[in-house]
Protein backbone atom coordinates (compact mmCIF):
# COMPACT_ATOMS: atom_id res chain seq x y z
CA UNK A 1 0.00 0.00 0.00
CA UNK A 2 2.43 2.41 1.24
CA UNK A 3 4.08 1.95 -2.56
CA UNK A 4 0.62 3.12 -4.07
CA UNK A 5 0.69 6.41 -2.11
CA UNK A 6 4.23 6.84 -2.95
CA UNK A 7 3.73 6.75 -6.51
CA UNK A 8 0.82 8.34 -6.30
CA UNK A 9 2.80 11.27 -5.10
CA UNK A 10 5.61 11.09 -7.03
CA UNK A 11 2.98 11.15 -10.30
CA UNK A 12 0.92 14.37 -8.72
CA UNK A 13 4.51 16.01 -8.15
CA UNK A 14 5.69 15.44 -11.42
CA UNK A 15 1.95 16.89 -13.07
CA UNK A 16 2.11 20.17 -11.02
CA UNK A 17 5.97 20.50 -12.05
CA UNK A 18 4.75 19.91 -16.08
CA UNK A 19 2.32 22.98 -15.35
CA UNK A 20 -0.71 20.91 -16.12
CA UNK A 21 -2.74 22.18 -14.16
CA UNK A 22 -3.13 24.97 -16.75
CA UNK A 23 -4.66 23.41 -19.41
CA UNK A 24 -7.01 22.17 -16.87
CA UNK A 25 -8.09 24.09 -13.40
CA UNK A 26 -9.06 21.29 -11.57
CA UNK A 27 -6.23 19.28 -12.11
CA UNK A 28 -4.56 19.82 -9.03
CA UNK A 29 -7.73 19.30 -7.01
CA UNK A 30 -8.00 15.64 -9.10
CA UNK A 31 -4.29 14.85 -8.05
CA UNK A 32 -5.52 15.94 -4.22
CA UNK A 33 -8.82 13.83 -4.58
CA UNK A 34 -6.74 10.45 -5.78
CA UNK A 35 -3.74 11.27 -2.95
CA UNK A 36 -6.41 11.47 -0.47
CA UNK A 37 -8.84 8.70 -1.21
CA UNK A 38 -6.04 6.40 -1.68
CA UNK A 39 -4.97 7.17 1.71
CA UNK A 40 -8.13 6.27 3.08
CA UNK A 41 -8.15 3.42 1.43
CA UNK A 42 -4.64 2.45 2.82
CA UNK A 43 -5.97 3.25 5.83
CA UNK A 44 -9.11 -0.23 5.78
CA UNK A 45 -11.48 2.28 8.53
CA UNK A 46 -14.35 0.80 7.71
CA UNK A 47 -16.24 1.50 11.26
CA UNK A 48 -16.12 5.31 12.20
CA UNK A 49 -18.14 8.71 13.18
CA UNK A 50 -18.37 12.24 12.71
CA UNK A 51 -20.36 15.04 13.04
CA UNK A 52 -21.62 16.54 9.77
CA UNK A 53 -22.49 20.38 8.91
CA UNK A 54 -24.39 20.78 5.53
CA UNK A 55 -24.63 24.52 4.58
CA UNK A 56 -26.62 25.88 1.37
CA UNK A 57 -29.38 27.68 0.52
CA UNK A 58 -31.61 26.04 3.30
CA UNK A 59 -29.52 25.14 6.41
CA UNK A 60 -29.48 21.55 7.67
CA UNK A 61 -30.01 20.55 10.82
CA UNK A 62 -25.68 19.06 12.43
CA UNK A 63 -25.93 15.74 12.59
CA UNK A 64 -23.54 13.06 14.15
CA UNK A 65 -23.52 9.57 11.96
CA UNK A 66 -22.25 6.20 12.55
CA UNK A 67 -21.13 4.20 10.20
CA UNK A 68 -20.48 0.37 10.94
CA UNK A 69 -18.98 -1.71 8.41
CA UNK A 70 -19.33 1.12 5.48
CA UNK A 71 -22.36 1.08 5.63
CA UNK A 72 -24.44 4.19 7.88
CA UNK A 73 -25.90 2.78 10.90
CA UNK A 74 -27.13 5.76 13.07
CA UNK A 75 -27.64 9.67 12.09
CA UNK A 76 -28.25 11.62 15.41
CA UNK A 77 -29.65 15.54 15.47
CA UNK A 78 -26.63 16.93 17.51
CA UNK A 79 -29.14 19.95 18.62
CA UNK A 80 -32.10 18.09 19.85
CA UNK A 81 -30.87 14.54 19.83
CA UNK A 82 -33.33 12.96 17.53
CA UNK A 83 -33.09 10.27 15.55
CA UNK A 84 -33.45 10.19 11.77
CA UNK A 85 -33.85 7.51 8.92
CA UNK A 86 -30.54 6.76 7.88
CA UNK A 87 -30.93 6.99 4.00
CA UNK A 88 -29.20 9.96 2.16
CA UNK A 89 -26.77 10.48 5.27
CA UNK A 90 -23.02 10.28 3.87
CA UNK A 91 -20.05 8.19 4.46
CA UNK A 92 -16.55 8.97 3.75
CA UNK A 93 -16.94 7.06 0.51
CA UNK A 94 -19.71 8.81 -0.57
CA UNK A 95 -18.35 11.81 0.05
CA UNK A 96 -15.08 11.44 -2.32
CA UNK A 97 -17.67 10.44 -4.95
CA UNK A 98 -19.67 14.05 -4.43
CA UNK A 99 -16.34 15.39 -4.87
CA UNK A 100 -15.78 13.77 -8.22
CA UNK A 101 -18.91 14.36 -9.50
CA UNK A 102 -18.35 18.08 -8.66
CA UNK A 103 -15.05 17.84 -10.05
CA UNK A 104 -16.28 16.80 -13.28
CA UNK A 105 -19.19 20.14 -13.46
CA UNK A 106 -17.70 22.57 -16.08
CA UNK A 107 -19.90 25.50 -14.00
CA UNK A 108 -18.49 24.29 -10.57
CA UNK A 109 -15.89 25.82 -8.46
CA UNK A 110 -14.68 23.39 -5.72
CA UNK A 111 -12.02 23.73 -2.94
CA UNK A 112 -11.64 20.92 -0.37
CA UNK A 113 -9.41 20.61 2.81
CA UNK A 114 -8.12 16.61 3.63
CA UNK A 115 -7.00 15.58 6.98
CA UNK A 116 -3.41 14.86 6.23
CA UNK A 117 -3.15 11.55 8.05
CA UNK A 118 -5.72 9.70 7.62
CA UNK A 119 -7.09 11.79 4.03
CA UNK A 120 -10.84 11.97 4.43
CA UNK A 121 -12.56 15.72 3.29
CA UNK A 122 -12.72 18.25 6.39
CA UNK A 123 -13.97 20.75 4.46
CA UNK A 124 -16.12 20.75 0.62
CA UNK A 125 -17.54 24.03 -0.70
CA UNK A 126 -18.90 23.99 -3.93
CA UNK A 127 -19.88 27.41 -5.66
CA UNK A 128 -21.36 28.04 -9.64
CA UNK A 129 -19.40 29.54 -11.62
CA UNK A 130 -22.69 30.00 -13.59
CA UNK A 131 -25.23 31.08 -11.21
CA UNK A 132 -24.47 33.73 -8.06
CA UNK A 133 -25.31 32.55 -4.82
CA UNK A 134 -25.55 28.88 -5.38
CA UNK A 135 -23.54 26.15 -3.73
CA UNK A 136 -22.91 24.55 -0.74
CA UNK A 137 -20.14 23.80 1.87
CA UNK A 138 -19.81 20.59 3.82
CA UNK A 139 -17.74 20.63 6.91
CA UNK A 140 -16.73 17.40 9.04
CA UNK A 141 -15.23 17.15 12.44
CA UNK A 142 -15.02 15.08 15.22
CA UNK A 143 -14.02 11.92 13.33
CA UNK A 144 -13.57 8.88 15.32
CA UNK A 145 -12.65 5.79 14.25
CA UNK A 146 -14.78 2.78 16.55
CA UNK A 147 -13.91 -0.92 17.01
Known sequence: MKANLVGTILFALFVIGCKATDEDPNAAARVQL????????????????????????????PLHIEVRADTVNQVVDRVNGAVYANAGAPTIDSLFTTIARSLSDQSAMLSVDYNLPIGYPTNINVSSMVIADVGYSIRITNFQRLN
Do not use: E, P
Open 34 to 61: GINRQKWIAQAVHGYSFDYDLSAMVQSR
